[in-house]
């Protein structure tokens, strides 16, 4: 089987959904193709308006941009290759900025997982809900930006979602990667891959991705997708995620 670039798409709109019903302030909207979604965390990507289908009706988009904006966080607009450039220009003049892309990935192959899990002396766990804040602190410092909005997002009442599990490695008592998945029916999303800048190149990035993928898998998913930052993907590349489509990435200025 292989997964169409429509499925992992809708799969992560299904995501976000499920994500923000567990954060109080937040809001989502799913309909005509598309998701609007605020966190309330002053992030531009963890805000805004993401892509189900290629065809989107502008003026749907531009109504959700409008509602995103009236939050008064930063925000973006994701497009999937093929989006109407009527989109694009919607987003240039309202003075966004065009990031580089974002690749969706799909992994369907579990070959490499088990084995990618066993780094000599990295033990990895799973976190009850109440040591969110430990994922939140571990998170920020991979991605080297301040604490405060992971521990606004990762809450206890995220990691109590259906289907979320969040994770950390250890070595020695010391945490030194952080990782979430989320399985949702078929499918388990990855997010938050995180390791401190003293811990990369040792494989742990890449053995708690494994981790959540093969739990998820364990719960009945067949299949698992992430959207890939610049550094993680050749990681993920070697675990067996394919990339399915490169998404552009529109931002306003936080």
Request: a negative charge; proline letters at 7%; one cysteine or more.
């Amino acid at each position: 089987m292989s997964i169409p670039a429509n499925t992992a798409a809708s799969a992560l709109a299904t995501t976000w959904v499920h994500f923000i019903a567990a954060i109080p302030d937040g809001w989502a909207r799913h309909e005509g193709g598309v998701v609007a979604g605020i966190t309330g965390v002053a992030i531009p990507t963890l805000n805004g308006v993401w892509p189900e289908k290629i065809e989107l009706d502008p003026v749907l988009v531009s109504e959700f941009l409008d509602q995103v904006a009236n939050s008064g966080v930063p925000y973006c607009l994701q497009l999937r290759p093929g989006a109407p450039e009527q989109l694009s220009t919607l987003a240039a003049d309202r003075g966004m900025i065009k990031e580089d892309q974002i690749p969706l990935m799909v992994l369907e192959d579990s070959g490499r997982l088990q084995a990618t899990q066993k780094v000599a002396g990295l033990v990895i766990r799973q976190l009850s809900p109440e040591e969110a804040v430990l994922h939140a602190t571990v998170a920020a410092q991979g991605f080297e930006v301040p604490e405060a909005p992971f521990i606004q997002l990762m809450t206890p009442s995220l990691l109590l979602r259906p289907g979320v599990r969040c994770y950390v490695g250890e070595v020695d008592g010391e945490v030194v990667t952080t990782g979430l998945g989320a399985t949702l029916g078929p499918f388990v999303g990855i997010f938050n891959i995180a390791t401190p800048p003293e811990h990369r190149g040792q494989g742990f990035g890449a053995a708690v991705t494994a981790r959540a993928v093969s739990d998820g898998f364990a719960d009945g998913a067949q299949w698992s997708y992430l959207q890939s930052s610049l550094a993680g993907y050749n990681i993920y590349t070697r675990l067996g995620f394919a990339t399915v489509e490169r998404w552009d990435c529109w931002v306003t200025e936080s």
